[in-house]
Each structure stands twice: as structure tokens, then as C-alpha cells.
């Protein structure tokens, strides 16, 4: 009950502080452009993009941050053929923050591919605008990219859209998250896995902390209850990030009697 009261508070207070950061961030928007051009000149891309066909593949998995990282990605029109001849800019910004908004036009190496250094020097879920020129039409493709860690860092499994493993000592952790992506201010449904020598590991205390990266989102703690055969599962509730950010942190914590205490970190990314 106390954590429900708990979680409740932190929701309501989410919710305000929601309100006074959109408040400043629309006075930030009227500075630079007409709130609602902006709004009608998103809803007018999409509609180029889907009638155009243009799409817009971003090679994810060899990100890593830095101070100059090669982004590619790969043009195709209808149909998915690759897109030659267009004139590319990206432009690179990190949620909830303008500190770190970057561009830099693209070079075409061929095959659709467009080429760009840019400076994308955090780790983690960033936005990229694509700016495309080509046959007289203008069109703004968005994404959201992760950016890997250190140099040594595999791409990070997203807890958010497949089970994802990890190493903890002795013990194998596989975390499963429900729905697929989480959806904030929902049900949060975590599912774990826990093997030991490929053997399952019964009688441990399990329990998932959510979190995000450098900012304090309320201690949010989901108790994991047995479910048989080294299985384990419970439920809690996502809260909404006020900044518009969706990347999370999923710890797991294991607790076996008889063995130190082990700990798991997964990524993942939460719905809008
Ligand atoms: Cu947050």
C-alpha cells in the first residue's frame, strides 16, 4: 500500500512538473518559430513521406559514441529501391535537451548510402532529423537512433522490444518486459530467467528497478514472486518521463541465500 501511495505521488507530481516544462517549452518554440507551423509542417511530412515512399534505414548497430562518429544510412523510394541524387543533411539532437543538437551534411558513397560525421558524444537514445532534397521536393524523415557505449560495447539488447540476457557472476539473468514496448503510466508487466551451469535457480529473491540514466524518476521497484522452474514475474507501473525521454534502465537484483548479491543492467525504450 505504501508503495502504491507512493507511486501515486510521484505520478501526480510527473504530471506537474509536465505541465510547467511543456509551458517553458513552447515559450522556447514561439522564439523560434510559429508553434503551430511547426506542428502543421510535421504533420505535412508525413504525409510527403508516405506519399512519396521515401524511407530512411539507419545503420544502428555500428554507433558508438564520440566526439565524431560515422552515421550511415541508406535511402530507398517506393519499393525500397536505393535513392541516388539527393542532397542530405542530418541534423542530431539528444531528448530533452539543446546542449547537444548537431548537423552536418552527408556525402553520397552510392547505393543509396549517405555518409556524416557528427558529434554524438553521450551514449543512448538520440533523435536524428534527416533533410532531403531531391526532384525539387523537400522532405524531414525523424528517428530515434541508440548510440552504443565504449568502443568494446556490443549494441545494448533493447529490453524494451525482445528478452534480453546478461552475465552476473555464476548466473545467467534474462529479463522479459510486457507490453513490448512499455507503455508509460500502464501496467508494466517483468519476467525473469535465472540459470546457473544452464540449470535453473530456484529459492531467489528477485526484484526489477526502473530507472533513467542521470535523472531521479522516484524509486520504482517491482517485486518479482516465483513462478516455478527458475522463473520469476511481477508487475508495477511505468511512469511518464516529464523531459519526453523514453530511454529507461531496467536493474535487475538477485538475491540467493548463500551467494552475494547480483545485478543486472538492461536498457530499454518506452511507447510515447
Ligand atoms: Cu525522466
Same mark, same amino acid.
Given at each position: ?25 513552447? /515559450?522556447? =518554440? ?16 508525413? +504525409? ?5 515512399? $521515401?524511407?530512411?534505414?539507419? %545503420?544502428?548497430?555500428?554507433? +558508438? ?6 552515421? #550511415? ?10 535513392? %541516388?541524387?539527393?542532397? #542530405? ?11 547537444? %543538437?548537431?548537423?552536418? =551534411? ?7 548510402? /549517405? #555518409? ?5 558524444? @553521450?551514449?543512448?537514445?538520440? @533523435?536524428? %532529423?534527416?533533410?532531403?532534397? =531531391? @526532384? ?24 524494451? #522490444? ?8 555464476? !548466473? ?59 522463473? /520469476?514475474?511481477?508487475?508495477?507501473? !511505468? ?5 519526453? +525521454? =523514453?530511454? $529507461? !534502465? ?12 547480483? +545485478? ?9
Amino acid at each position: 500500500m505504501k508503495i502504491l501511495i507512493a507511486l501515486v505521488a510521484a505520478v501526480v507530481l510527473a504530471s506537474i512538473v509536465g505541465v510547467i516544462y511543456v509551458g517553458s517549452r513552447s /515559450y522556447e =518554440r514561439t522564439v523560434v518559430a510559429d508553434p503551430y507551423g511547426h506542428a502543421v509542417h510535421h504533420d505535412a511530412d508525413r +504525409r510527403k513521406a508516405l506519399e512519396l515512399g $521515401w524511407t530512411l534505414a539507419v %545503420d544502428e548497430a555500428a554507433l +558508438r559514441a564520440g566526439p565524431e562518429v560515422r552515421l #550511415v544510412a541508406t535511402l530507398a523510394g517506393k519499393g525500397g529501391a536505393p535513392l %541516388d541524387g539527393a542532397e #542530405v543533411t542530418f541534423r542530431v539532437s539528444r531528448p530533452g535537451t539543446s546542449r547537444l %543538437d548537431a548537423s552536418a =551534411r552527408a556525402t553520397a558513397e552510392g547505393a543509396g548510402r /549517405y #555518409v556524416a560525421l557528427l558529434p554524438l558524444p @553521450d551514449p543512448g537514445f538520440w @533523435d536524428l %532529423d534527416a533533410v532531403v532534397k =531531391r @526532384d525539387g521536393q523537400t522532405l524531414i524523415l525523424e528517428q530515434r537512433v541508440h548510440v552504443g557505449g565504449g568502443t568494446a560495447d556490443p549494441a545494448p539488447c533493447d529490453a524494451g #522490444v525482445r528478452s534480453c540476457a546478461a552475465e552476473a557472476g555464476p !548466473l545467467r539473468i534474462v529479463l522479459a518486459l510486457s507490453p513490448r514496448p512499455p507503455v508509460p503510466l500502464k501496467e508494466i508487466e517483468a519476467k525473469v530467467e535465472l540459470l546457473r551451469d544452464g540449470a535453473a535457480v530456484e529459492g531467489a529473491e528477485v526484484s526489477v528497478l526502473l530507472s533513467m540514466p542521470g535523472m531521479y524518476m522516484g524509486e520504482n521497484r517491482i517485486l518479482l514472486r516465483p513462478a516455478g522452474n527458475g522463473r /520469476y514475474a511481477g508487475q508495477g507501473a !511505468l511512469l511518464r518521463c516529464a523531459s519526453g +525521454r =523514453r530511454d $529507461w !534502465l531496467a536493474e535487475v537484483e538477485v538475491r540467493i541465500p548463500g551467494m552475494p548479491g547480483s +545485478r543486472a543492467r538492461f536498457p530499454f525504450q518506452a511507447a510515447e
